[in-house]
């Protein structure tokens, strides 16, 4: 009978993530393991194997190991007379590589243990994250060549392009990539990302420079000046694509009558402050005086007690204080003529109140 040598560990890459059993039957498949357990019995641990042994007397053998829910590991073990040369080795390790490329995990550490009568391997391998000795096998040698593998169209915007490279070059897959993509990779963020700079800077200050502008004009439309102060704090905020908020019915509080409609037919439209100023002074000229009495209507007159009075005249002076260029209208003159008709109406019922004209 045949004595079976004893193995000890010699390289291991080791796994982190959930193996469902679809994947898990791809990573056996490319590493041609024979099937061993359940994923179903959490006390499974040896989940394929495969004797790499030249001789086939299984002093060299594959495993594929799971250490808990999250962790596990591809095994080499073989007999302590069994040597392995640097090459073997790399072979090996992009064999492990290639095969848990498309399976969810994340490669960890790659560790390389020597036999007993060998003190190292030429090439160290100690505990050596292995992301920092794999080779580079990507099929890109410069940036262009590279974009179509990190899934970028060539015509794609460089600001786009920036920031899937940059995703890229967080990733294990990019420490061993050659010098000279390295370095064009560096060059062309720092390109983008100056360039984004500059551009929104010179949004910023174009965007500050129209609010200004409206500003200094004495007869600035307040409407405009809103969308320059709402461009403002999308610059500020560098938000391009958002979109100003709009008023469906199209009317402006600086310029129209919120309140009321005007019709032309059965049409409604917008009424002007200007317009309904007009109206209203109209109205108020040409009507009967509170003394005449409406033959129709008899006594329709409305009546106010002194205090009602003084109230209603001084919230109609406040109003006319605010429809005119200010603080609280802006810098716009369309509110001046209904805030005369205001003032007007204002000291025509504080006249017959005790306080009258202060």
């Known amino acids: 009978m045949k004595r079976l040598k004893r193995r000890r560990p010699r390289c291991r890459l080791d796994l982190h993530g959930h193996l469902d059993q679809e994947r898990l039957e791809q990573i056996r498949a490319k ?3 024979t099937k061993m357990g359940r994923l179903s019995d959490w006390q ?45 080795i790399a072979r ?3 064999i492990f590589t290639t095969a848990v490329l498309d399976s969810g995990l994340e490669i960890t550490d ?3 243990t020597a036999p007993p009568h060998r003190e190292s391997y030429e090439t160290t391998w100690w505990n050596e994250n292995w992301l920092r000795t794999t080779h580079w096998d990507l099929p890109a040698q410069n940036l262009e060549e590279l974009w179509p593998v990190i899934g970028v169209h060539p015509s794609a ?13 967080t990733s294990p897959t990019w420490q ?28 910023l200050r174009a965007a500050c420079t129209s609010v200004l502008a409206v500003l200094g004009d004495p007869a ?31 009317r402006d509080p600086a310029r129209h009558f919120l309140s009321l409609l005007g019709y032309d037919g059965s049409t409604p439209r917008r009424i002007t402050l200007a317009e309904h100023a007009a109206s209203l002074r109209e109205s108020l000229t040409t009507g009967r005086s509170i003394e005449e009495a409406d033959p129709d209507m008899g ?60």
């Open 176 to 203: 061993p990539a050659p010098l000279e993509l390295r370095e064009q990779a560096e060059n062309f963020i720092r390109r983008v990302t100056e360039a984004e700079h500059v551009e929104r800077y010179d949004r």
């Open 92 to 94: 090996w390790r992009k």
């Open 220 to 250: 600035g439309d307040p409407a405009v000046l809103r969308i320059r102060l709402a461009e403002m704090h999308k610059a500020i905020l560098d938000r391009r694509d958002e979109q100003l908020p709009s008023d469906d019915s199209g």
């Open 299 to 358: 006594d329709a007159n409305v009546e106010l007690t002194e205090l009602q009075g003084i109230a209603s005249g001084g919230l109609l002076l406040e109003l006319a204080s605010r429809l005119r260029p200010g603080a609280a209208f802006g810098p716009s003159r369309d509110g001046e003529q209904l805030a005369d008709v205001v003032t007007d109406l204002a000291w025509s019922v504080l006249d017959q109140t005790f306080l009258g004209r202060q």
């Open 44 to 88: 499974d641990e040896d989940f394929g194997w495969r004797d790499i042994s030249h001789d086939g007397d299984s002093s060299l053998m594959l495993n594929l190991w799971r250490h808990s829910e999250d962790q596990w590991s591809i095994l080499i073990s073989a007999a302590d007379d069994i040597d392995l040369s640097d090459q073997e």
């Open 157 to 169: 915007a460089e600001v786009e392009k920036r920031d899937k490279l940059a995703i890229f070059m």
């Open 31 to 33: 590493l041609g393991l």
């Open 110 to 112: 790659f560790k390389v």
